[in-house]
């Protein structure tokens, strides 16, 4: 008898993820959609850019108030983030 080679289509599916690193490049196009929901309204309307690298968020932000105010909430922020993706992808946050 023949041995099957059948997976299922979520592993398989899974699998291509992991791989191509699709999981992560989906995790940072939800944070970056679900941004003012992760930070809130004050904190979104002065973000200009978020970038992802190897576990680090950069996030860029229009006004040095805010800023010093996100700098002050950077675990919280993490924490938040890290829950809305539903894995432990960001390690560190750089605000510029």
């Not at 309204?41 to 576990?55: C, D, E, P, S």
């Not at 950069?58 to 809305?84: C, G, H, L, W």
Request: glycine share 6%.
């Amino acid at each position: 008898m023949r041995k099957s080679n059948l997976i299922k289509l979520g592993d398989a599916i899974s699998q291509i993820f992991k791989e191509e690193k699709l999981d992560e490049k989906y995790s940072i196009f939800a944070i970056r959609n679900g941004w003012e929901g992760i930070v809130g309204h004050t904190v979104a309307k002065h973000t200009t850019q978020i970038n992802y690298a190897q576990g680090i968020l950069f996030v860029s932000i229009d006004s040095p108030i805010v800023r010093n105010e996100a700098t002050y909430a950077k675990e919280d922020i993490i924490q938040k983030v890290n829950k809305f993706v539903g894995s432990r992808l960001i390690k560190e946050l750089v605000l510029k």
